[in-house]
């Protein structure tokens, strides 16, 4: 993703933090680009978009909320340090906080989930998880309150969302979200890691685009703030 334009994951959805420098309509379009670059990933997300001291008129903010609504994203809040610009998303309904949408209770499917009474304990300790003995194909989704584990390849334009880890025993190109509950030791293992996106907790990661890589198999985790890659080993 262009760095103009950077995500962070938060508990009602994605952070969308637009810098500010440069033309609006030229952040805007960018935005809708990554977004039609990744569909899979954004499809049904909500967003708070941060776009700082920047004025942005109620015309503005109107067409870009059309633009992403077309593409299922929706925008519950634009945080702003400019009062023309926060008026302008007051008018077209919008909160102006986190705050205020950390008030309103988390519409999540992961919230229902929770709800569930747990399993029985087994005498060898373990977590729920899903199995799926093939490939995911393009447009598959998986949604876990436990584990992932895949037998098979993970295609570009699926995308797996589980609050524990995602084990691939194959090549992982979709899009993965491991501990979306916050879990910040979930990992995402695979034979050959190459995600479009991905996703630990909070923290979000793109494959560098190398064709060069030897594939081999890997470990995602979160160290130092950020997602590092290591080896795959026993």
Same mark, same amino acid.
């Given at each position: 993703?262009?760095?103009?334009i950077?995500?962070?994951?938060?508990?009602?959805?994605?952070?969308?933090?637009?810098?500010?420098?440069?033309?609006?309509?030229?952040?805007?379009?960018?935005l809708?680009?990554?977004?039609? =670059?990744?569909?899979?990933?954004?499809?049904?997300?909500?967003? =708070?978009?941060?776009?700082?001291? +920047?004025?942005? +008129?109620?015309?503005?903010?109107?067409?870009?909320?059309?633009?992403?609504s077309?593409r299922?994203?929706?925008?519950?809040?634009?945080?702003?340090?400019d009062?023309?610009? %926060?008026?302008?998303?007051?008018k077209?309904?919008?909160?102006t906080s986190?705050?205020?949408?950390?008030?309103?209770?988390?519409?999540?499917?992961?919230?229902?989930?929770?709800?569930?009474?747990?399993?029985?304990?087994?005498e060898?300790?373990?977590?729920?998880?899903?199995? %799926?003995?093939?490939?995911?194909?393009n447009?598959?989704?998986?949604?876990s309150?436990?584990?992932?584990?895949?037998?098979?390849?993970?295609?570009?334009?699926?995308?797996?969302?589980?609050?524990?880890?995602? %084990?691939?025993?194959?090549?992982?190109?979709?899009?993965v979200?491991?501990?979306?509950?916050?879990?910040?030791?979930?990992?995402?293992? =695979?034979?050959?890691?190459?995600?479009?996106?991905?996703?630990?907790a909070?923290?979000?990661?793109?494959?560098?685009?190398?064709?060069?890589?030897?594939?081999?198999?890997?470990?995602?985790?979160?160290?130092?703030?950020?997602?590092?890659?290591?080896?795959?080993?026993?």
């Amino acid at each position: 993703m262009d760095d103009s334009i950077t995500l962070k994951g938060i508990k009602q959805g994605l952070l969308v933090t637009m810098k500010p420098e440069g033309r609006w309509s030229d952040l805007a379009t960018r935005l809708v680009a990554q977004i039609d =670059a990744q569909s899979a990933f954004f499809r049904g997300a909500q967003v =708070a978009l941060a776009v700082g001291p +920047r004025e942005v +008129r109620r015309h503005e903010l109107a067409n870009l909320l059309k633009l992403l609504s077309a593409r299922d994203v929706s925008v519950l809040a634009v945080l702003s340090e400019d009062a023309a610009t %926060i008026g302008s998303a007051r008018k077209l309904g919008l909160k102006t906080s986190l705050t205020e949408l950390e008030l309103e209770p988390p519409d999540s499917s992961f919230e229902a989930l929770a709800e569930l009474p747990p399993p029985i304990d087994p005498e060898e300790h373990g977590t729920g998880g899903v199995l %799926i003995k093939r490939t995911l194909r393009n447009g598959r989704v998986v949604h876990s309150d436990g584990h992932v584990v895949v037998l098979g390849d993970v295609n570009a334009g699926a995308v797996i969302v589980a609050r524990g880890d995602v %084990i691939v025993w194959g090549r992982l190109r979709g899009t993965v979200h491991a501990g979306a509950g916050g879990d910040e030791s979930a990992v995402v293992c =695979a034979l050959n890691l190459a995600p479009t996106q991905l996703r630990i907790a909070s923290y979000i990661t793109i494959s560098p685009d190398d064709s060069r890589r030897k594939a081999r198999p890997e470990k995602a985790l979160v160290r130092n703030g950020r997602i590092e890659a290591e080896a795959w080993e026993p």
